[in-house]
């Protein structure tokens, strides 16, 4: 059968300030079969994207596609000119961006624009593309087919506005469809359902396709074959079954082993004394009434403690609160009740009534380094501010203390002289680990700390984390989006929902059924590293019911539900059996039947 | 040293060019008396409006003065109150901004309403009022200048200063306990200056057009001393013969303005404003 | 977005009664009076005195600024210092004049410079495209009487095509009205066209670099379609916000274009006024300039409001 796709030798090259063009993607060949799915694996800088945007004949403005050839059918896309790249573009190709929320227009209908495409190539006239259209939403699971078009794009979630994109990139009956991590920024629940109706979908229409990802797992699930990338090279190609079990080049071999949870950290001794006590925690944004509520409330009485030396893992979706929950401990949002004990003592809420050493004993790692670090301050003086404002260490003192606390985190003595911007992600995440650390701190809030790091990089800074944790007997309290993160560095976890804590308990706890229904929600989300596990996993997630203001914040959502009972009445809190305490109508016996098979692979 | 050669050869040549016209209008602040070839008031010729010649390069004005002595010493008035103002301007906008953007409450609310204010004045409407009420010596068109362009210098240091507070290395400062001076000083100041600076140099263009304006409607220096504008204003009568004594105060006008821009372009300054320039720099 | 609509309006006004008090402060916060100015230095204090009580001088400063503003209000601006002579009445005879040149103005500057601007954005890089980036820089880096000067030089001295002065009073036939609007008209167009095609192709270049337009062009959208269909109506409020601030550079140029053509209006009269510090004359001109102002500025925030997707379907 003739290749539906063909690229032989590609070479994009870039240009840089000085006007100095250097190739991003050099060399790359690789063929794709009718209805075949192929993925582009690599981390950033990879050149997965550029070569993704070659495929349509584009580059990005300050970037040129050299040489090579890319045909499409008969068709040598680089060959062709601008009316016919026009003409190519959303009719025989199209194309599904990372972020729809930024892809659609937000001053224009949906309708309009997912139907723009077909009525431009005069393929179909107005009616027959909104009939498509119509189609195409039901096809991908979209609820209200018939009404969702009339919306304009913020008034659609994020999950739905990426299936409303793949209905754009679809409404032409393209013969190749290129995915551009379509489902990164998505939450891991939200993740599978996107998934799944971009396979179902592809599948029915037997159109090729290209997905682009830097998620293994993710892959996994989807492509038939797939390509490694690195700096702008390819490495290894290979189906997918082949490249997950016996990867041959030692990048992959890195990456397969990245993907997989290494578990790490000792439990702590569980008489260790508490260091940090939160009791009734409530807070938000806004003024709020007399009642101490925030007119915004984002957490809402949570409770929870951490122990000297060890380490509490909180794990939730975007809008959980658990970015809010270090900063509220941070003091940098001072809470509205509730009370925060360290160390027996209580802890004022705003940073302005703290004292210089409880501020000292608390230290707050943000997810990004890029904008955590002042781009325009050495790593000496973003490392000696800290000591000089601690411990009044001055000159030599200071310089020999910074030297130390890079040598504690694994890097040069000579990144002391450099900016931030000179350094890699890992090494400005390690720098701003150091940071912390230059305060001696008893306890170190850590704010998804590798969620912006390339898995290979992430992993090692969780070693290092890990390792120092140990040695300096530090207690951390670890927030990620990411279960498999948490379960490996951490000694308990606790799962925020809207704001709440809806289950806690030991690392052992969380591992098996019975669940809260979200943990239960959750751990089924999380793909797994094998071919065939979506399909294995049924629905779990009820559809979304917008009816009213519920009582219990996941009952939308939950699986378990009960009308009636969930949303009129508080769930109380309830003790498992297995020692984690989760906030439940259910008895434990119906969440163990209503929970998800258990995850295949054990995870420590 | 070496590192400024190389930074200076990136630059292009437009650049180079604009900032050495802007540095020598500068340097005429200062040395403009003393290199001219006449005194300002000296009548060296009796005939009036006289064409260019090696004598009298830029010629002779209305009242056969030198015309090119008289732009030397005008760049006392032009570039001197017009800088002065500038420095008033940005240097107040400046750190009522960051000081706004970091403390915010009250403080901010304030100071962002008076001077929207401010800012509602149309410039020369200010420029105008200010005149007719207080006359128009130099401390007046110097203050009055500053005044006129503190909002939008506010608003833009504030823009970029929230920006930058937004940034979680000024929550990490905050967290450690850091005092406003602090944050202002080293954590936001190293980050906005360069675009601070390429509004202080459209600032100034601003000041030079608004003053050159009100000298040529007779409303800005005063008789016997005279900036560009005014140099424009007494030569009028010279414009139907095209006399060079109309013309080269204009062009001196144009060259700072146009120099300034370039270098200001060429340094990316406009590109680091981006969109922050809105309103308030209304003629 | 009603409530957004309303509030907005209540801004305007607010920032025009500040604005009212910022003008009545400034041209009260002068040492000597009114009274003073109007005697000159030989005057008896007594003399001074009962020409202040007439002047109703002798109230405080908040009393009169009340006094003033109730005036404004009810259409009586106070009389002329320098002439004696209702304020309102010289305003009344030279306000149509200044309308009907900004208004000629606007009409021809703003179509001109939309399409400048957004023609120079769909190009940007190409030759023409620098070329008018050039020419508007240069154009607003000069001062508007050099604008108006070289196009005097031009039109009336060089080509003899038009009257360098102009007078509304003595126009007999149409033809006339031209011949004598259209200097001036030009002059005020290069000044604010300038400052509007700069404005209109940032906010347009703006929105093409906004990952929706990439999106476009992968859909294989054409060019002109991606500007006209796709950006155009994100740039809305932008581009409103960008002609009425433009249009407020007319008050600049009006001011320089009215003295140098001669040309009986309203900013020529204030003009006059500061020259004289005919201080009532000024104030009630500043403060319809002002009006003037603000009422561009809300109405173009009132276009962005109304063109926000987000406000227009919640």
């Not at chain 2, 016209?21 to 008396?33: D, E, S, Y």
């Not at chain 3, 109007?38 to 002047?55: D, F, W």
Request: aromatic residues 6%; contains cysteine; hydrophobic residues 50%.
């Amino acid at each position: 059968m003739a290749a539906a796709l063909e690229v032989q030798g590609l070479e994009v090259v870039a240009r840089n300030a000085e006007g100095v063009e250097t190739p991003i993607v050099r060399d790359a060949s690789f063929a794709l079969a009718p209805g075949e799915v192929l993925a582009l694996i690599g981390e950033s800088g990879s050149g997965k994207t550029t070569i993704a945007l070659a495929l349509l004949g584009y580059a990005r403005p300050g970037c040129r596609i050299a040489q090579g050839s890319i045909r499409l059918g008969e068709t040598e896309v680089l060959a062709l000119s601008a009316r016919a790249l026009r003409d190519l573009r959303g009719r025989r190709v199209s194309y599904v961006a990372q972020s729809a929320a930024a892809a659609f227009n937000p001053a224009r209908s949906i309708m309009w624009q997912v139907t723009e495409m077909a009525l431009l190539h005069g393929i179909a006239s107005r009616q027959e593309a909104e009939a498509m259209a119509v189609a195409l939403f039901r096809a991908l699971a979209l609820p209200e087919p018939e009404r969702v078009g009339d919306r304009y794009p913020h008034q659609v979630s994020g999950g739905q506005l990426q299936r409303l994109m793949a209905a754009m990139a679809l409404i032409a009956e393209p013969e190749l469809v290129v995915l551009d991590e379509p489902t990164t920024a998505l939450d891991v629940t939200t993740q599978i359902e996107v998934l799944r109706a971009f396979k179902a979908v592809l599948r029915a229409r037997g159109a090729s396709a290209v997905y682009v990802s830097h998620d293994l797992a993710v892959v996994a699930q989807i492509a038939d074959r797939i390509v490694v990338l690195r700096d702008g090279v390819i490495r290894e190609t290979g189906p997918t079954g082949q490249i997950l079990s016996a990867p041959a080049h030692p990048y992959t071999k890195s990456l397969v082993a990245a993907a997989a949870p290494v578990p790490r950290g000792a439990a702590a001794p569980p008489e260790a004394p508490p260091l940090l006590v939160v009791e009734g925690l409530v807070a938000g944004y806004g003024r709020g009434g007399r009642d101490g509520m925030p007119a915004v409330p984002v957490l809402r009485e949570v409770d929870f403690a951490i122990r000297r030396g060890s380490s509490l893992g909180v794990i939730g979706e975007s809008g959980s609160g658990k970015s809010t929950l270090a900063r509220v401990i941070a003091g940098l949002l001072p809470m509205a009740r509730g009370s925060i004990t360290l160390d027996g003592q209580p802890l004022p809420a705003a940073i302005g009534q703290r004292t210089p050493d409880q501020l000292r004993r608390i230290q707050l790692v943000f997810q990004s380094a890029d904008t955590a670090l002042n781009p325009r301050r050495s790593v000496a003086r973003i490392l000696g501010r800290p000591i000089e404002f601690f411990h009044g260490a001055k000159g030599a003192e200071r310089d020999r203390r910074v030297r130390r606390l890079l040598d504690l985190v694994q890097l040069p003595a000579a990144a002391a002289d450099r900016l931030p911007g000179e350094l890699s992600g890992g090494q400005k995440q390690r720098v701003n680990l150091a940071r912390a650390l230059a305060a001696e701190p008893d306890l170190i809030l850590c704010d998804e700390v590798t969620s912006a790091l390339d898995t290979v990089v992430g992993a090692a800074i969780l070693d290092l984390m890990d390792g120092l944790r140990r040695e300096l007997g530090l207690s951390t309290m670890f927030i990620s989006h990411d279960l498999h993160t948490v379960r490996s560095v951490c000694d308990e976890v606790m799962v925020l929902y809207a704001g709440q804590r809806v289950e806690a308990g030991s690392r052992r706890a969380i591992q098996a059924a019975p669940w809260h229904p979200y943990t239960g929600l959750l751990i089924a989300s999380v793909p797994e590293l094998r071919p065939g596990w979506l399909e294995e996993r049924g629905t779990v997630s009820a559809p979304p019911d917008r009816a009213g203001p519920a009582c219990c914040t996941f009952f939308p959502r939950c699986p378990l539900r009960q009308p009636g009972q969930c949303d009129v009445v508080p769930p109380p809190v309830q003790h498992l059996a297995k020692g984690s305490a989760i906030l439940c109508h259910r008895s434990e016996a119906e969440l163990l039947a209503g929970a998800e098979p258990a995850t295949a692979e054990p995870l420590v | 040293m070496k590192l400024l050669a190389s930074r200076l050869r990136r630059i292009p040549i437009g650049g180079l060019f604009g900032g050495a016209i802007v540095l020598f209008w500068i340097a005429m602040v200062l040395l403009g008396a003393r290199v001219a070839p006449h005194d300002a008031g000296e009548i060296v010729d009796m005939d009036v409006f006289l064409p260019a010649s090696a004598q009298f390069p830029f010629g002779t004005d209305y009242l056969g003065r030198d015309m090119l002595s008289r732009v030397l010493h005008g760049a006392r008035y032009t570039v001197g109150i017009a800088l002065a103002a500038a420095l008033i301007a940005s240097g107040s906008g400046l750190i009522l901004g960051m000081v706004a953007a970091v403390r915010r409450g009250w403080l901010d609310a304030v100071l962002s309403r008076a001077l929207d204010t401010l800012i509602s004045i149309p410039s020369k409407m200010f420029a105008l009022i200010v005149v007719a009420a207080f006359g128009s010596s130099i401390p007046v068109l110097v203050l009055m200048a500053g005044t006129i362009y503190t909002p939008g210098a506010y608003r833009i240091a504030r823009s970029l200063a929230v920006g930058v507070g937004a940034q979680d290395f000024v929550r990490v400062a905050e967290a450690r306990g850091e005092g406003t001076g602090f944050i202002v000083r080293e954590e936001i100041l190293p980050n906005i200056i360069g675009p601070v600076l390429a509004d202080f140099g459209l600032r100034f263009v601003f000041i030079v057009l608004l003053l050159a304006g009100m000298s040529f409607l007779g409303l800005g220096i005063q008789p016997p001393n005279a900036d560009w504008g005014s140099l424009v204003r007494e030569n009028m009568a010279g414009l139907y013969e095209g006399a060079p004594a109309v013309l080269m105060p204009a062009l001196a006008i144009a060259s700072l303005t146009i120099g300034m821009n370039l270098a200001i372009d060429a340094l990316g300054g406009r590109d680091a404003l981006g969109g922050r320039r809105r309103s308030g720099e209304a003629g | 977005m009603l409530k957004l609509v309303a509030s907005r309006l209540a801004l305007g006004i607010l920032s025009l009664l500040l604005v009212s008090a910022a003008v009545f402060a400034i041209t009260s916060l002068l040492p000597g009076d009114a009274a003073e100015e109007l005697l000159g230095q030989y005057a008896t204090r007594e003399t001074v005195e009962a020409l202040r009580a007439s002047l109703g001088l002798d109230q405080p400063a908040p009393l009169r600024y009340l006094h003033w503003l109730g005036g404004l209000l009810t259409g009586d601006f106070g009389r002329s210092l320098a002439n004696n002579v209702p304020v309102a009445q010289l305003i009344g005879a030279r306000l149509p004049n200044s309308l009907m040149l900004a208004g000629a103005t606007a009409v021809v500057s703003v179509p001109l410079a939309l399409a400048i601007g957004i023609t120079a954005a769909m190009w940007r890089g190409s030759l023409y495209d620098r070329a008018v980036s050039v020419l508007t820089l240069s154009i607003v880096s000069v001062p508007e009487f050099l604008v108006a000067t070289a196009s005097v030089l031009v039109f009336a001295v060089h080509l003899r095509w038009l009257s360098a002065l102009s007078a509304a009073s003595d126009i007999t036939s149409l033809a006339q009205f031209f011949r004598l609007f259209a200097l001036p008209v030009a002059t005020l167009c290069c000044v604010i066209v300038a400052q509007m095609i700069r404005l209109s192709r940032a906010a347009i270049i703006d929105q093409l670099r906004a990952p929706y337009v990439e999106m476009a062009v992968l859909k294989g959208v054409g060019p002109l379609r991606v500007v006209l269909r796709h950006a155009l109506p994100n740039a809305i409020g932008p581009i409103a916000n960008a002609i009425a601030l433009s249009l407020s550079y007319l008050i600049g140029g009006v001011i320089i274009v009215e003295t140098i053509f001669n040309y009986p209006g309203i900013a020529k009269l204030m003009v006059d006024g500061v020259s004289t510090r005919d201080l009532p004359l000024v104030q009630a001109c500043a403060m319809i300039f002002c009006a003037g102002y603000l009422l561009l500025v809300t109405v173009a925030d009132l276009c962005a409001i109304l063109s926000n997707p987000r406000l227009r379907h919640p």
